[in-house]
């Protein structure tokens, strides 16, 4: 696995945990860390959906 999926990977895992603690808890981690739409929020918003889109691209990936 190249780094840049690892990343990807990684910003997934971060998109999806915290989209769990909105759902459960009503709770938005980046916007607690980062501030409610600040200019870095938006930052790790934008990178988290560009990783679900590189996402995309790793279920046609063979790593045989």
Do not use: C, P
Request: proline share 0%; hydrophobic share 60%.
């Amino acid at each position: 696995m190249k780094v840049i999926d690892k990343i990807a990977l990684v910003l997934i895992i971060i998109g999806a945990l915290n989209w769990g603690l909105i759902g459960l808890f009503g709770f938005d981690l980046v916007a607690t860390l980062f501030g409610e739409m600040s200019v870095i929020s938006r930052i790790v918003y934008g990178l988290v959906g560009l990783s679900g889109l590189w996402g995309i691209r790793l279920l046609f990936v063979d790593y045989d």
